[in-house]
């Protein structure tokens, strides 16, 4: 298929987003050093120097007024020494000044996050310690948030988590955008929907793969074309065959009947049941071969809305009336069903009625059958599972295929193993399942059907 999209390698894609992701990046940064330097000027914040060019713009008068106290800036601690080092007053603890004045002695100027500037007076030594960082001149702000910087170091690696999760959900959705076509193909080749023209994404490897799924369609295609063409000509020969066997039978048959009716010694009498008795075998053979020529060909249900309640008690009543015969107890549980469904009234009929009969066929006499129909959000369940001998291993995967004869059917002479088949094949045109298992209840055989309430 021709591609009318422009495709781009799954790197590309990658690094384009990587390169928006710097972009938005360099920009936020751009914009958080434009407001920064915004703030200085617009008087909201003091720069990181503030206290420190403030006090020396004070430190004349502070060497030489008695009182201090308003020429040490907010946020500030100062103590006035002795000149032996003995704290005399200040804003300090007693304890913090002596510190201080350890500090200076060994001469640093600095402890931790505190500077500190020597101020000689005449009659004692002023201290005043200070922090260099940047503090908003609102009080109440520089309350809650006393170091600027570190906030916007937060903010910002806050908002950097925040668009690496952005740009990475925008780059999966990106993804799973494209990967759409990828599922869209491979779903329709596993439902064996071949007749398609497959769609491709703008993603260069994703492409590889679906340009390989196309491959495999077009030669899975042709394969199965060539197997169906196989089956249907098999199919019309074996009818064919079928119908051609009947002649020779009914001629058989014919002989046998008018043999049948001279004078005979038992002798020749047996002979001549025994054929009979084979012909109508092999006629029975014949009939259940075109049956289930009939029911593989793809043919079209004729769905329409039916009474589900009225359709259920017919299926009780004709049940009832298969169990007369062997006084088999048919019990019926009614939990709460449609009023209405969609479906083929008569293919539903028969694939419940196999199972019934076959119920009635294996219940022993005296035995008990018990008939379920209900339904969820989404499914009718109805079941059918009935006393006597349970399903084998083999016959719970293998009872519903064709011609299938275990052990429950080899001492039958009119059971050529399509009742559970036929079944199946009904229920799946319907878009359900039929499942095979063994009862809890009875000890027996349970056969459960799944179907769509919706399906149209």
């Known amino acids: 298929m021709e591609r009318i999209v422009k495709e781009k390698s799954i790197s590309k894609v990658f690094a384009k987003y990587i390169i928006c992701f710097c972009i938005t990046n360099i920009l936020f ?7 920064y330097g915004l703030a200085f000027n617009a008087h909201i914040m003091y720069p990181a120097n503030y206290f420190e060019q403030k006090i020396e713009s004070n430190r004349d008068k502070i060497s030489k007024e008695e009182s201090i106290d308003e020429l040490i800036p907010d946020r500030c601690f100062y103590s006035l020494y002795d000149f032996n080092g003995n704290v005399l007053s200040g804003n300090m603890t007693n304890e913090k000044a002596k510190d201080v004045w350890q500090v200076v002695e060994n001469n640093k100027i600095n402890v931790g996050n505190y500077y500190y500037k020597v101020i000689p007076r005449k009659e004692d030594i002023c201290i005043v310690a200070y922090e260099i960082k940047p503090s908003f001149v609102n009080p109440i702000l520089n309350k809650y948030i006393p170091d600027p910087e570190m906030f916007i170091y937060i903010v910002v690696l806050i908002i950097f988590v925040v668009e690496i999760l952005i740009f990475a959900n925008m780059f999966k959705k990106r993804i799973k955008k494209e990967m759409k076509f990828l599922l869209e193909t491979t779903k329709k080749i596993q439902m064996e929907n071949l007749d398609f023209e497959v769609t491709y994404s703008r993603i260069a ?17 042709n394969s199965l074309n060539d197997k169906w063409e196989m089956e249907r000509i098999q199919k019309e020969q074996t009818a064919a065959m079928a119908h051609d066997i009947k002649t020779p039978l009914t001629i058989i048959k014919g002989n046998a009947e008018l043999i049948d009716e001279g004078k005979l010694s038992d002798e020749e009498y047996k002979f001549t049941q025994n054929i009979l008795t084979e012909v109508e075998n092999m006629e029975g053979y014949i009939k259940t071969l075109i049956e289930i020529m009939t029911c593989d060909k793809e043919m079209k249900l004729k769905k329409k809305t039916i009474n589900f309640d009225k359709f259920i008690c017919e299926v009780i009543n004709q049940a009832e009336s298969m169990c007369v015969n062997k006084k088999i107890s048919f019990e019926t549980r009614r939990g709460h069903i449609p009023e209405v469904i969609e479906a083929d009234k008569y293919a539903l009929k028969r694939a419940i009625g196999n199972v019934i009969s076959n119920a009635v066929e294996y219940t022993p006499i005296d035995g008990k059958i018990i008939f379920s129909v209900c339904e969820d959000s989404e499914k009718i369940v ?3 599972e009935n006393s006597g001998r349970e399903f084998t291993k083999e016959e719970l995967t293998s009872a519903s295929q064709k011609f299938y004869r275990g052990d429950k059917s080899r001492n039958s002479k009119s ?8 079944s199946r094949k009904m229920i799946e045109k319907h878009g359900g399942v039929m499942v095979l298992e063994n009862s809890d209840i009875l000890g027996g055989a349970k056969i459960t059907f799944y179907l769509l309430k919706f399906n149209k």
Request: no cysteine; aromatic share 8%; net charge negative.
């Open 29 to 35: 940064i751009a914009i958080t050093i434009f407001l």
């Open 205 to 221: 490897e994703i492409n590889d793969i679906i340009k390989s799924l196309d491959i495999m369609k077009s030669e899975l295609k």
């Open 382 to 384: 109805i079941t059918i």
């Open 415 to 422: 059971h050529y193993g399509m009742g559970l088949y036929i």
